[in-house]
T-cell receptor, first 114, second 112 residues
């Protein structure tokens, strides 16, 4: 079956612009996660959704970051007023449920902020 | 909070050599343990997992045993191939938590 898909695969933007990153989880997976992979910080957890609800947003690095999920499926991560330190690979994962379940990752969106 | 510590790389080996990557964890609950692999230019893939003490996960010739007494989940392969060159991440997820906590990753290069 289809895995987790993400778009775009690459995004180059200018400092100060807004960007939207999309994630399409595996069908039937109720839990969805966003992570960030950067050279200096390794793999960082950002936010998760159980259905359409995001109970804990404390992993988001600043208030410029927001995420939503609609219909229990597609999720969008939005970064407003991008900064150079936002350059990273943004990974999305999904799982059947949360709490010890295997998370399946998408290929990531490589974001470069000039 | 939960955390994972894995041996630092990079690790360079010859083909058919034995590979061990050490991983230890700290968790307050009863975590599931994972090894993920990232091949050059590709995304994270699950390599193997173990969900309770003494479980052994295995895949593609790799093995790791969940050792609660030593809080470890070391990855081993008896005879590596050039195609095993990748970055390997140890991770845990607590059944009462929702995120994966990752180690820093170990870069492995296998030379022919």
């Amino acid at each position: 079956g289809a895995g987790v898909s993400q778009s775009p695969s690459n995004k180059v933007t200018e400092k100060g612009k807004d960007v939207e990153l999309r994630c399409d989880p595996i069908s039937g997976h109720t839990a969805l996660y966003w992570y960030r992979q950067s050279l200096g910080q390794g793999l960082e957890f950002l936010i998760y959704f159980q259905g359409n609800s995001a109970p804990d947003k404390s992993g988001l690095p600043s208030d410029r970051f927001s995420a939503e999920r609609t219909g229990g499926s597609v999720s969008t991560l939005t970064i407003q007023r991008t900064q150079q330190e936002d350059s990273a690979v943004y990974l999305c994962a999904s799982s059947l449920a949360f709490g010890g379940e295997t998370q399946y990752f998408g290929p990531g969106t490589r974001l470069l902020v000039l | 909070g939960d955390s994972v510590t894995q041996m630092e790389g990079p690790v360079t080996l010859s083909e058919e050599a034995f590979l061990t990557i050490n991983c230890t964890y700290t968790a307050t609950g009863y975590p599931s343990l994972f090894w993920y692999v990232q091949y050059p230019g590709e995304g994270l893939q699950l390599l193997l997992k173990a969900t309770k003490a003494d479980d052994k996960g295995s895949n593609k010739g790799f093995e790791a045993t969940y050792r609660k007494e030593t809080t470890s989940f070391h990855l081993e392969k008896g005879s590596v191939q050039v195609s095993d060159s990748a970055v390997y991440f140890c991770a845990l997820s607590d059944r009462y938590d929702y995120k994966l906590s990752f180690g820093a990753g170990t870069t492995v290069t296998v030379r022919a």
